[in-house]
């Protein structure tokens, strides 16, 4: 097809689909309905192979599928607009209800992609209705925040860092490395708050156990079936995160701890010689609880006997309910949801999927699955662990090493940890108009 842009502008504008990063990344040129409510089906996520998408559309949406074959799963995503929203009108210039809701997912946005190597890094730029964004400075610490009168830089811009599920004992090195270590995300972009998820795995007692004897076998003389062992391992990885940061560190609910409240509401610490002792004693401390509160009949629910174990300990860590809520950043008018782990949906049962906690009418960042996806005011971010596990029976999983960023003034992207990196080695700071703190 003859396009009707001036040829002065080749180069500068896709005119037709283009490779980068050695045919890994195709910038697609496929047209989609502007006012289209999912722009990521299933169809649109099969185009191109397994070579990853970019798709221009008005709002930021974000899939991942697996590869076999591939270290890496396929990314899908769109890059939201930095046009006006202008719908269809009728006569008297009012929108119909498909052009009012597109509006209202409108997204101000663009995608930063840098080629590293034989990899490439993404993360997303959100802008407001002024033209104001911020992005990280790998470089200089901080942020960069970007407004039509040029671009300031802040060392505090960073609020949050919401971690993917950490898993204990089974936390990639590298990304361990490359969030809390030296010249890490936390060292460089210091964050005021951490959130953390999954943080005790509960491999020594999770209820799977009970269909691995072969597994459980070999475990035994390993200590790898000791609770108190996997408690302890805990114990020393949350000081040593405190030890990297200033910042205040959340552990909120989610459903690997909670396997331990299964194991003793259960009573199989009973039959279980390993951990008989911990067991009577984390049951005790579970009944005590609920006595010294003297909850009534519709609160009588025992405290998760993790929560009791690091809040005993870490006086200092928020140590975070289900009921609880963590809005971030703290104060804010338009805050995030960071308290809600992703397995449990907004009625109390299994979630379903990320379109099942637009229910909430509230930002939301989740874990739990494992592999970062954005669907309107719902990101997830993946995992801290490597991206397959034993449990796992097929040959490639969509999982990625993500984490999600939060910007001082509630704005955020999500940051991938791709071969122990976090931001591509062609980073080049933006020109500065000032240094503002």
């Keep these: 097809m003859t396009s009707t842009f001036p040829d002065d502008l080749k180069g500068h504008i896709l005119f037709e689909d283009l490779l980068v990063c050695g045919g890994k990344l195709m910038l697609s040129t496929t047209r989609m309905r502007p006012t289209l409510g999912k722009f990521l089906s299933d169809r649109v996520c099969e185009m191109g192979g397994q070579v990853s998408q970019i798709i221009a559309a008005p709002k930021l949406e974000l899939e991942h599928r697996p590869r076999v074959g591939h270290q890496y799963p396929k990314a899908i995503m769109t890059t939201g607009a930095v046009t006006i929203p202008n719908y269809h009108v009728d006569n008297l210039g009012q929108q119909d209800r498909t052009g009012e809701l597109a509006v209202s997912s409108h997204n101000y946005a663009g995608i930063v992609i840098e080629v590293d190597g034989g990899a490439f890094h993404f993360r997303q730029l959100h802008s407001n209705k ?20 040029g671009v300031f830089h802040k060392p505090d811009g960073v609020n949050a860092i919401f971690c993917g599920d950490w898993h204990v004992g089974k936390t990639d090195k590298a990304v361990r490395q490359a969030t809390f270590g030296e010249r890490g995300i936390v ?75 299964q194991y003793i509401e259960q009573l199989l610490w009973v039959k279980d010689n390993r951990n008989l002792g911990i067991g009577a004693r984390m049951f005790v401390d579970m009944l005590d609880d609920m006595e010294n509160r003297k909850p009534n009949k519709i609160k009588a629910k025992p405290t998760d006997p993790v929560v009791l174990w690091f809040r005993k300990r870490f006086p200092g860590v928020n140590i975070i309910e ?50 970062a996806a954005i669907f309107e005011t719902i990101w997830r971010v993946g995992t801290s662990t490597h991206r397959t596990a034993f449990y796992v029976t097929n040959p490639a999983t969509n999982w990625t090493q993500t984490h999600g960023l939060i910007f001082e003034n509630g704005q955020r992207q999500l940051m991938n940890i791709v071969k122990g990196r976090w931001y591509g080695k062609r980073w080049v700071p933006a020109p500065e108009k000032d240094s503002v703190k």
């Design 322 to 371: 289900r009921q609880d809520k963590l809005l971030l950043p703290r104060n804010s008018k338009n805050p995030i949801l960071c308290s809600m782990h992703g397995d449990i949906g907004v009625r109390g049962k299994r979630a379903g999927g990320l379109k099942e906690f637009k229910k909430m009418n509230i930002r939301i960042f989740l874990g739990h699955d494992h592999a």
């Design 130 to 149: 002024k033209g104001e964004f911020y992005d990280i400075n790998p470089l200089k610490g901080g942020a960069d925040f970007f407004t039509p009168q």
């Design 187 to 261: 060292d460089v972009l210091k964050p005021k708050e951490i959130v953390l998820q999954d943080f005790v795995d509960c491999d020594s007692v999770g209820h799977y156990e009970q269909k691995q004897a072969v597994r459980r076998a070999y475990k035994g003389p390993l200590q790898w079936d000791s609770l108190e062992r996997e408690l302890l391992a805990g114990e020393v990885e949350l000081r040593w995160i405190q030890s990297r940061t200033t910042a205040t560190i959340n552990v909120i609910a989610a459903n690997h701890p909670e396997h331990i409240t």
